[in-house]
């Protein structure tokens, strides 16, 4: 006999959507639960009861992949389309009520950390009734976010042309040779850009914007790098700049953290002029509190994150490195 349909609305609760929803978007219980700050069993509690009240299996595991059954299929489909409704509301009534109440969340490639946060501290003072998450990442995170639309605004140091997207630039972004102090390099003139395929060479991870750059302008004078490692943290590598373990290359941002004494060549081609960018999905309505703090990046966004880099690096000592290398032509 068959059974009656369940009433979902009774039987169903709306964190059980949204935990499922995390699940189908990310494709793993594990990244589900951290994007919620929540525990895997947790996790797996709520869809074990979502199953249960939908009377069918969500989804099924192949091998250590997990895929989407046809009624989780469905379900995915669903759960869209309401939260999408929901957050259409929840943009109205804040829009109605102005920046007195609101919502911003925003995601960075890693190297922004050294100023984002700064930039939103000092627009959340001006606007205490705003409710801001910063969630800082690699790119190939901040990319998954944007083509998912899990954020209002994204900062990428090179807009990714792989999606559809809107970019604005607020901030410069120069990149600069770091060497040991006493390194050959630093303390002279004009050193040709051919001599950084002399020493080893500590890069970030491929497929990180400042290794693309380097990369690009290497390529286009015939300069072969020695990449001694790869590493995927800017103070990783400046710790070992330090070290002595070779040279690199950074966004002149990240001095303003230390790390080590480090010394700045002044080598041809550099630094590397680039810039910040604040990205989101073309098409995207942005709340009036995405409108605001882009307008603010726009107006100040380079004042008050050159402020704060400045008053970082006058009380590192990384800057008595910084100041040698200076003393030779810069």
């Known amino acids: 006999m068959n059974q009656p349909p369940v009433n979902l609305r009774r039987h169903v609760s709306l964190r059980q959507l949204e935990v499922f929803e995390a699940i189908a978007r ?26 249960e009240a939908v009377g069918m299996p969500l ?3 192949v091998g250590k992949r997990i895929y989407l059954t046809d009624a989780g299929r469905t379900l995915y489909e669903s ?48 606007s205490p009734g705003v409710e801001a998450s910063l969630e800082v990442t690699n790119r190939e995170r901040v990319l998954e976010r944007l083509q998912t639309n899990q954020d209002d605004l994204y900062i990428f140091g090179q807009p990714p ?29 004009r050193v040709p850009l051919a001599e950084l395929g002399e020493y080893p060479f500590l890069a970030r991870e491929a497929g990180s ?5 380097v990369e690009r302008l290497c390529d ?26 070779g040279i690199s290359v950074l966004s002149q941002h990240t001095l303003g953290s230390g790390g080590g004494e480090v010394a700045l060549p002044d080598v041809e081609g550099f630094p590397i002029e680039r810039h910040w960018y604040l990205v989101y ?23 008050v994150a050159e402020a704060g880099m400045a008053g970082s690096q006058r009380s590192e000592p990384l800057n008595r490195g910084a100041a040698a290398a200076g003393s030779g032509g810069r």
């Open 26 to 51: 990310l494709g793993s219980f594990k990244r589900a639960a951290q994007t919620l700050h929540v525990t895997q069993p947790t996790v797996s509690m709520q869809i074990k009861k979502l199953s």
């Open 59 to 61: 989804f099924e595991q």
């Open 79 to 126: 759960c869209q389309e309401m939260f999408g409704t929901l957050e259409r509301f929840e943009m109205a009534v804040a829009n109605m009520k102005g920046l007195t109440q609101g919502r911003l969340r925003l995601a960075v490639v890693t190297t922004a950390k050294y100023f984002a946060p700064r930039l939103l501290g000092i627009f959340c003072e001006r």
């Open 161 to 189: 042309a792989e999606v559809d997207v809107e970019s604005v630039s607020f901030l410069r972004n120069p990149l600069v040779v770091l060497a040991p102090p006493g390194h050959p390099l630093a303390g002279r003139g």
């Open 209 to 213: 914007g400042t290794r693309l750059a």
């Open 220 to 245: 286009t004078h015939g300069v072969s790098l020695k990449i001694r490692m790869e590493l995927g943290s800017n103070e990783a590598i400046k710790q070992s700049v330090a070290a002595g373990m």
């Open 281 to 303: 999905p073309t098409g995207k309505q942005l709340s009036i509190a995405a409108r605001t703090f882009m307008e603010y990046l726009l107006e100040e966004g380079s004042q």
